[in-house]
């Protein structure tokens, strides 16, 4: 199972973003990702400034069960932990 959060560019920062636009955009992207990549879910947020502007998940968070995922869904990152530490701190340096 995979989380992303995905946050806009500082160069779509301006007021003039069209989410639905952006969402129409994204979403087949993230169902061709999940498809390639044999994903069986992802939990999406977009995140604008300081608030998250649209949400939405995608698959199943338990195969057996067919339990459909839900932007709540909580995943276990696993040993991603690293790479994502080190993002982050890279961004504040």
Same mark, same amino acid.
């Given at each position: 199972? $995979?989380?992303?959060? #995905?946050? +806009?560019?500082? @160069?779509?920062? *301006?007021?003039?973003v069209? &989410?639905?636009?952006?969402?129409?955009e994204?979403?087949?992207? $993230?169902?061709?990702? #999940?498809? +390639?990549?044999? @994903?069986?879910? *992802?939990?999406?947020?977009? &995140?604008?400034?300081?608030?998250?502007?649209?949400?939405?998940?995608?698959g199943y968070?338990?195969?057996?069960?067919?339990?459909?995922?839900t932007?709540?869904?909580?995943?276990?990152?696993?040993s991603?932990?690293?790479?994502?530490?080190?993002?982050?701190?890279l961004?504040?340096?």
């Amino acid at each position: 199972m $995979v989380a992303m959060v #995905l946050t +806009a560019p500082q @160069i779509l920062i *301006a007021q003039t973003v069209d &989410i639905d636009r952006v969402v129409a955009e994204l979403e087949p992207e $993230v169902q061709r990702t #999940l498809l +390639a990549g044999n @994903i069986p879910s *992802a939990s999406i947020a977009l &995140i604008f400034g300081d608030k998250v502007v649209w949400s939405n998940a995608y698959g199943y968070s338990n195969l057996w069960a067919r339990t459909p995922a839900t932007p709540n869904t909580v995943y276990l990152i696993g040993s991603t932990f690293k790479a994502m530490s080190t993002i982050a701190l890279l961004q504040q340096m």
